[in-house]
């Protein structure tokens, strides 16, 4: 019975921490969008600065999942939690390195004006913290409805990823001068459209942990 509680605490952390980085990585991308539009590089240094916050908290899941797989022995759906803890945190991680790299492009474009109104970005990122907020809760609440919306959600992302990329295709045409930026704004978007495939594959992990079969939310 105590190493039943002591287990249950455990599984309980790895929630608790899980929670936090999805938390981390919606401040993070939000964060880096906003410097974008208002080409912000004391706020992107800043974001860049608060990624070890993330890895340390993925080193910790790590820490507490081997440690229950060595001395608990799980098996079925305990054992499932903490492979499951394992591949959302490292999504997670992943969400976060892109959301930096979305910051970094600000600090590349640093002392430029933006060559157009940012509109498909921040669409983009509002929707995929959207996700992110949700395949989280489809985690804590074991809710496998939650998590294949994730691949609607997706659907619109590339959507409007394509739509981006063709109008800064012919920005480039255009305006031979913005290739750079608009080629880094392509860039930005394909990070965004990145972060929105994890989120799917957190949803992908929810389905796995209540059915024990992974489907494939990505196609």
């Known amino acids: 019975m105590i190493r039943r509680k002591e287990f249950d605490k455990d599984l309980e952390e790895l929630r608790n921490l899980l929670e936090q980085m999805g938390e981390h990585v919606t401040d993070a991308l939000e964060g880096a969008v906003l410097a974008l539009q208002n080409l912000d590089t004391v706020r992107a240094q800043e974001i860049v600065k608060n990624d070890l916050r993330l890895n340390a908290m993925e080193d910790r899941i790590m820490e507490i999942g081997s440690r229950l797989i060595i001395t608990q022995q799980p098996v079925a759906k305990d054992l499932r939690r903490i492979i499951v803890a394992f591949k959302i945190s490292s999504d997670l991680e992943r969400m976060g390195d892109l959301a930096l790299d979305v910051a970094k492009v600000t600090m590349r ?111």
Do not use: F
């Open 109 to 219: 474009i640093q002392g430029q004006q933006l060559i157009k109104p940012l509109v498909d970005i921040p669409r983009m990122a509002e929707i995929v913290t959207v996700m992110i907020s949700e395949a989280i809760q489809s985690y804590l609440d074991e809710n496998t409805d939650l998590a294949y919306k994730m691949a609607q959600d997706d659907d619109q992302v590339d959507g409007l990823y394509s739509a981006m990329i063709n109008e800064l295709y012919t920005y480039m045409v255009q305006k031979p001068e913005s290739v750079n930026q608009a080629m880094l704004l392509t860039l930005v978007g394909r990070y965004i459209e990145r972060i929105a495939d994890h989120a799917t594959n957190i949803g992908e992990s929810v389905v796995y942990l209540v059915t024990g079969k992974r489907p494939d939310l990505n196609q």
